[in-house]
Structures are given as C-alpha cells and as structure tokens.
C-alpha cells in the first residue's frame, strides 16, 4: 500500500530543495565561503584539545589548508565552545581526503583524530557565505581579534527584503564609522534561513554605550531602523567571541 505525503509536506521539500539549489550557486563567487566548525570542548580536556590543534597546524598547511581562524567564546556564551571558520574555494574539494589524511601517514592520522574525539562534547560544521555587497570589509593589517555575532532567522520569501534593508539602513552607518562589519549566510549543515551579523571590535571597551547603530545615530534613529526589519527577521542569539592566535594562521 502506497503512503500519500501530504502537500504541505511535499511543498516544503521542494521549497527547501530550491533554497538549497539558490544559496549554492550564490556561493560561486571566489573567497566567500567558508567552512564553520563549532566544537564544545570538554572542560577538563580543554587543554589537551588546544595542544592537539596547536600540533596538526603544520599538517593542516602541508594537506593544502591556506588559512583558517579560531575563535573562542568570551565572557558572554557557551563556556568551552571554539569556532573553527576554514575558507574554500569550492564543494569539490570536500570530495577529496581532509586534509590531515593528505599529510600525515593512516596511522598518526588516526591517532589523531581519536584523542580530539576524547576531547569534546559535540561538533557541528556547517557552510556558510560572505555576502560581500553588504560587508564593510575595512581594510586592516588584521581584523581586530573580539567578535559580537548576532544571528537572525530570516522569514520564508523575505532574504532579498533583509538584504535590501542592509544595504541601504545599516551598511552606511558601519562604512561611515569606518567599522568592519559581515554579513554571512549559512549553508548546508544548519538552518539555511539563518544568517550572522558580525561585527569587529578591538577591546570589549569598545560594546561600552551600546551596538554601533545606537552610538551612531541615537536610540530613536537605531529603534527606526530596526523598526523596519519587523516581520522579516527573528534574533536567536548573540554571541562575543575572541581569536585564538596560537590556533590561527
């Protein structure tokens, strides 16, 4: 006996499956992709955990890794999670062995892996792109090393009305205070509706006085912006974070 799927479910398999199929060919262009590797680390192994990392850097860059930024959260987040962001240039090159498995013999590789699965909690990777055209990518020797992410759900048909309302409300305002600021899109892993607002500061001093658009423009001028984007995006969480320089390169 053959079981119907009901058309609601139907839909929404198809609507996803176009999501999908948009979000990824948006991903072509080069230098916007990253992959993102949230990891919580078991509190009483932290250490083995980061000398492990510390100790794969040179295979990591000899099995072809170009760069790749660890942040860990600060003060305000999960204690012990560590985000891993890894760019790439294309899906094609997860259909090749990772990288450690290029660089190191079967056995050290093995090794490997299995003291960093003694070390954590859980892991979820997931893709995610840089939409460029609504980034303030100052131009810096390095980004400053503390991040404010905040995340927001984008509602079903309205991920051009959020870009759009970036593009002409917010994105003037972080170009203007000459402040780095992205905005990225996530991918296959996670929720495909979610994208991150992250924006660059170089000492937690910085938060003091409130977001950028409240310093900028006042807390009527900010709560008019925000006012706009009602009904488009939903925040789910806001996150600090700091980069780990001995896990970066």
């Not at 020797?141 to 009305?161: E, K, Y």
């Amino acid at each position: 006996m053959k079981a119907n799927l009901p058309i609601p479910c139907c839909s929404g398999a198809i609507l996803l499956a176009l999501n999908l199929s948009t979000l990824c060919n948006a991903q072509a262009a080069p230098g916007t992709l990253s992959r993102l590797t949230i990891t919580h680390v078991k509190p009483d192994m932290v250490n083995e955990w980061i000398n492990i990392q510390k100790e794969s850097i040179p295979a990591l860059k000899k099995g072809g890794v170009k760069t790749r930024t660890v942040f860990q959260t600060a003060i305000f987040g999960n204690s012990y999670e560590y985000v891993t962001v890894t760019p790439f240039d294309s899906y094609a090159e997860f259909d090749n062995p990772n990288p450690l498995a290029r660089a190191l013999e079967p056995a050290e590789a093995a090794r490997r892996g299995e003291m960093l699965r003694k070390c954590i909690v859980s892991q979820n990777s997931f893709s995610q792109t840089r939409l460029t055209d609504i980034s303030n990518l100052v131009d810096n020797d390095a980004p400053p090393p503390i991040i404010v992410s905040a995340r927001f759900r984008i509602a079903p048909g309205r991920m051009q009305d959020f870009e759009s309302l970036v593009k002409s409300d917010i994105l003037p305002v972080y170009k203007k205070a000459k402040i780095r600021f992205t905005v990225n899109r996530r991918g296959p892993g996670t929720n495909t509706a979610d994208v991150t607002m992250v924006t660059y500061y170089s000492k937690f001093a910085d938060l003091d006085g409130g977001p950028v658009l409240v310093k900028q423009l006042g807390q009527a001028g900010a709560d008019k912006v925000n006012a706009k984007f009602t009904g488009i995006r939903t925040m789910i969480e806001v996150v600090a974070r700091r980069r780990v320089a001995d896990l970066s390169f």
